[in-house]
């Protein structure tokens, strides 16, 4: 059972911790007890307002907080948790310069791939600091694009101009987030968490045809299903995951990687490529790219692509990489042409 990740961004004093209450006051209602991973940055008796009266545990980065703390470190933390903690989800803030791209490519790494799923980025949004801040200005920007919920928070200590002016600042940088303008971080935790939670409840009803990887699926009283639709194309993704099969040409796949794909910041994985034995090993990051054969001290992975990137178009991705002579699952395909789900990372498989 892959853990959920719930990574709640923004500037200091924006309403991080106020939204964090929320959610984990809703997933305890659920029964869960989150494991909640902060930055004691600053902000350091907020820990026990946070915590107060709430069912979790808490975890701080050894060295303080995610922003100054090293990828490897992370890594490690996050390992040590879903081994040994087990939670039932994770909540995560990141402050200050950690860029959500990053903190993708750290879940999505080999040991954590299957035991990690960044289920939903939320950035809150200061909107009397909007613009205001230059030494920051690019990482909120950063925090904002990627996110796949805005929350444009302290909307009633500014005036509806200037609301109306961050609001178009953070739509130019991202068109497919769902936004709310916010007041003291007020907002539905199911938005963010999902209706069905971290497992799917056997309550009798069919979810067969339900999108369980990412519990984008919510069942009313009727019995009917209810899609969180977005008012974008929804092939088209922050991050995916793909599991190919078959052989792929060598000189047609490093085409592929040279020719690059729009949008994309990471990709990486393990996958077959005719000469590459026994199995080839791939990292890409903004423009280039090594491809090494698995060394024989690793023991073998299963094939695997993930993909980060701005706005990434899943079918368009898939279609060339079978032009290469990679295989997908039927499901791998039909979830390529569906536009019935949200994003996958949107997240973030995710």
């Known amino acids: 059972m892959t853990v959920p990740v719930y990574l709640v961004a923004g500037f200091l004093g924006s309403g991080k911790t106020t939204l964090m209450k929320r959610l984990l006051e809703h ?22 307002e946070l915590l107060e009266g709430s069912q979790a545990q808490m975890r701080e980065l050894i060295d303080g907080c995610i922003c100054c703390t090293s990828k490897t470190e992370l890594t490690k933390t996050l390992y040590d948790i ?33 035991k990690l799923e960044l289920r939903t980025i939320v950035s809150v949004v200061d909107a009397n600091r909007w613009g205001k801040v230059s030494q920051a200005e690019a990482l909120m920007k950063r925090q904002a694009k990627y996110a796949d919920i805005l929350l444009i928070n302290k909307a009633d200590v500014v005036a509806e101009d200037v609301l109306n002016d961050v609001e178009k600042d953070v739509r130019e940088l991202n068109e497919r987030a769902d936004l709310h303008r916010t007041v003291r971080a007020e907002i539905d935790p199911q938005v963010v968490i999902g209706a069905e939670g971290t497992e799917v409840v056997n309550d009798g009803k069919d979810h067969s045809h339900c999108d369980h990887e990412h519990d984008h699926c919510e069942h009313s009283d009727d019995g009917h299903v209810h ?25 047609k796949f ?34 280039h790219w090594e491809m090494i054969p698995r060394p024989s001290v690793l023991r073998e992975k299963p094939n695997v692509l993930v993909f980060i990137g701005e706005d990434l178009d899943r079918h368009a991705i898939v279609h060339k990489l079978e032009e290469c002579g990679l295989e997908f699952d039927a499901a791998e395909h039909a979830h390529a042409h569906s536009h019935d789900h949200d994003h996958e990372h949107h997240h973030h498989e995710h």
């Open 27 to 48: 997933l305890n209602e659920r029964g869960e007890k989150p494991l909640v991973l902060m930055n004691e940055f600053g902000e350091s008796n907020i820990d026990n």
């Open 82 to 114: 879903v081994t040994n903690d087990q939670p039932s989800s994770i909540l995560m803030e990141a402050t200050g310069l950690a860029d959500p791209v990053e903190i993708l490519d750290i879940c999505t790494l080999p040991n954590l791939l299957d």
């Open 227 to 251: 899609h969180h639709k977005h008012d974008h194309a929804h092939d088209h993704y922050l991050s995916f995951t793909l599991k190919p099969k078959g052989v792929a040409n060598k000189a």
């Open 254 to 287: 490093n085409d592929f990687l040279n020719e690059g794909v729009p949008g994309l910041l990471r990709l990486k994985g393990f996958l077959q490529v005719e000469g590459v034995e026994p199995q080839a090993i791939l990292q890409w990051t903004g423009g």
